[in-house]
């Protein structure tokens, strides 16, 4: 079975079926993070993964921006036991990125395996043990 990688850009991210099972998604620098953005991505996610399963590797660079409005909704909460995303890193490169990915998902706990991370290789590595086979 050959794989073949995708990239799909949308107004916020560029996310990226990198290899089987795995997804990463990188926000870009400069633009402010929103409700309709977050659907966006999460139909783009649906799209490359289909319903999986998969993994994502999820990036907010320093500096991030956000609607307050992103944090008191649960993005989740549509597709629970609908979708194939069965864990979700997120590498947060600055002090308030890693607040306000650990501040939602204590609101929000997702009904699979989520965490937040400083450093790359340190996501990468938790995120391999739930990767599919």
Do not use: C
């Amino acid at each position: 079975m050959s794989f073949t990688a995708r990239t799909i850009d949308t107004r916020n991210a560029t996310m990226a079926l990198v290899a089987p099972g795995f997804i990463e998604q990188r926000f870009k620098p400069g633009v402010s993070l929103d409700r309709v953005g977050f659907e966006e991505n999460r139909l783009v996610r649906h799209e490359l993964g289909g319903y999986g399963p998969y993994v994502m590797l999820s990036f907010f660079p320093e500096g991030i921006d956000f609607d307050l409005a992103v944090t008191s909704k649960d993005h989740f909460e549509p597709e629970r036991g609908h979708s194939g995303l069965i864990a979700l890193a997120l590498i947060a490169s600055d002090a308030m990125g890693v607040t306000i990915g650990k501040l939602y998902f204590s609101y929000f706990p997702p009904h699979f395996p989520a965490r937040v991370f400083k450093e790359e290789a340190s996501a990468r590595e938790w995120l391999e043990q739930y990767r599919p086979a």
